[in-house]
């Protein structure tokens, strides 16, 4: 079915201008996500919980006057306390539990004029780069349902490209915005760490690396979205510099002529598709069209001890995430409460010394240093968001006898066998060949944007990954503006919308 949401020319600020001039009223928006929810939702899976009931009640007690006013909206089910909403983090285990107030950043998207009616599909607590959770059952790709629509923010992505909503809730601590962004042909920003707020019932989550924000259609709703969430809450262990104007007002400022390092040399995996490093010359030719300097470059990483630091990371986190997630549900989970790859990136967690953390982190923050001073000499570095095209249901998975082993280890709790059993080396390796580029980027709290620039012969999107220097948004949106212009996305739609 097709309804005024699957307008191409119908962004978010679009919409809320529709309703600003009374040509459409907030309920007749809520009324058309609904109906494409209902219409699509069947087959891809993206919504996991409606909210039908408390986005009518938001309507009818007034919505406040913002940028948005009246757009409906979509919470990825991970991060966002959403209060008297359960919060399942795509854990079985997380069921049941409801938080009590709204975080803070939920608090801006009301203000915004945000009609916020469901919840979407997650990975189990966000850790896997593809959305397939036990409890859900994984979110289905628009452009093809037999791929994936990448993670952790999948169901958002794939809403946002199947028209139930223009916009909806991120989170990225790996590239979990950028990766769904490149597999269902979104424009998707990670904002500087910091510069969205996460509190006040998380302080930082995973040591740093997560920030949150939205994924969308067009550049100038991610823009305008940042400057109704954008600013430090209340403890903010970081505060980038401020942006010197509204974001919005960057998204139609001509960039001038950039210096744009290339690289299509995978940072963490072992290869790149060629239809990724096509694009990545097409885009190079594009930019050079433009006016900017584009040159090979790119900044030296150590590909094995980085990769093995941030595994380290993110068993200990995982491992302290299960222990919140037992603080909250008032027990300790049984193994069959967490999926597989969950539990065993929490065994090992737990089998880890304060030492082998605090290396981690040191080698990390090293590299962050090298990185830095890369861009230095350079405003801007292009690579692929993902090294091939969307991969198949299950593909990153644990296989069944993998799944077996850590079955069979559980009463031993035996963390450090799982390690030496190499079954989780095994699957960061086929992950950090799929994701080989965004992760690095969490790590220096960059921000870093993916642009659906381009796509294959069957009509899959490729995503374009730029990267720029801490703290300048600035330069992305005015870049990514430029390049909407140039070789506009909107018109291309899944056959499903």
Not at 63 to 77: H, I, M, N, Q, S
Not at 238 to 264: F, H, K, M, W
């Amino acid at each position: 079915m097709t309804t005024l949401l699957d307008d191409p020319a119908l962004d978010g600020l679009a919409l809320a201008d529709l309703v600003r001039r009374r040509e459409v009223t907030p309920t007749e928006l809520l009324d058309a996500a609904l109906a494409k929810m209902d219409a699509v939702n069947p087959k891809l899976n993206a919504v996991v919980r409606r909210m039908e009931g408390e986005a009518r009640s938001a309507i009818a007690a007034g919505l406040p006057e913002g940028p948005f006013t009246g757009v409906p909206f979509l919470l990825k089910d991970l991060m966002a306390e959403c209060a008297a909403v359960p919060l399942t983090c795509g854990s079985r285990f997380l069921s049941g539990w409801v938080p009590g107030r709204d975080s803070e950043l939920v608090r801006r998207y009301r203000r915004a004029g945000l009609v916020i009616a469901g919840k979407t599909n997650t990975p189990e607590l966000g850790i896997t780069p593809v959305t397939e959770p036990v409890l859900f059952g994984p979110a289905r790709n628009p452009w093809n349902p037999s791929l994936t629509t990448g993670g952790s923010s999948g169901g958002s992505a794939a809403a946002v490209a199947a028209g139930i909503v223009p916009m909806a809730h991120g989170g990225d601590g790996g590239g979990s915005i950028r990766i769904p962004a490149a597999c269902c042909g979104l424009f998707g920003l990670k904002p500087t760490r910091g510069r969205t707020p996460l509190g006040p019932s998380v302080g930082e989550a995973w040591q740093g690396l997560v920030v949150e924000h939205v994924l969308t259609r067009s550049v100038r709703d991610s823009a305008a979205a940042l400057d109704a969430t954008a600013g430090p809450d209340a403890g903010a262990p970081t505060v980038p510099p401020p942006a010197a104007r509204l974001y919005l007002s960057e998204v139609g400022t001509p960039p001038g002529r950039l210096r744009i390092a290339v690289t299509t040399t995978p940072f963490l995996g072992s290869s790149v598709a060629p239809v990724c490093a096509q694009a990545v010359a097409a885009t190079a030719k594009l930019l050079r069209d433009l006016g900017h300097e584009v040159d090979e470059a790119a900044p030296r990483i150590d590909r094995e001890s980085f990769s093995l630091a941030f595994v380290t990371l993110l068993a200990a986190e995982t491992s302290s995430e299960v222990e919140e997630a037992a603080r909250r549900v008032g027990r300790r989970p049984a193994s069959n409460d967490l999926e597989e790859g969950t539990w065993a990136l929490a065994l090992l967690g737990r089998a880890l010394s304060a030492e082998a953390l605090s290396t981690a982190l040191r080698t990390l923050r090293l590299a962050a240093r090298g990185i830095g001073t890369f861009f230095e000499s350079w405003d801007l570095l292009l690579t692929p968001t993902l090294s091939r095209l969307p991969v198949r249901h299950g593909e990153l998975q644990l296989s069944a006898g993998e799944k077996a082993l850590t079955r069979a280890l559980v009463p031993f709790k035996a963390g450090r066998l799982m390690k030496l059993g190499g079954v989780l080396e095994k699957a960061a390796a086929k992950t950090f060949d799929f994701i080989p580029y965004t992760p690095v980027f969490n790590v220096t709290g960059q921000p870093a944007m993916s642009v659906p620039l381009f796509e294959t012969p069957e009509g899959l999107p490729v995503g374009l990954h730029f990267v720029g220097r801490f703290g300048d948004e600035a330069t992305l949106f005015r870049l990514a503006g430029q390049l909407e212009s140039a070789r506009p996305w909107a018109g291309r739609r899944p056959a499903i919308c």
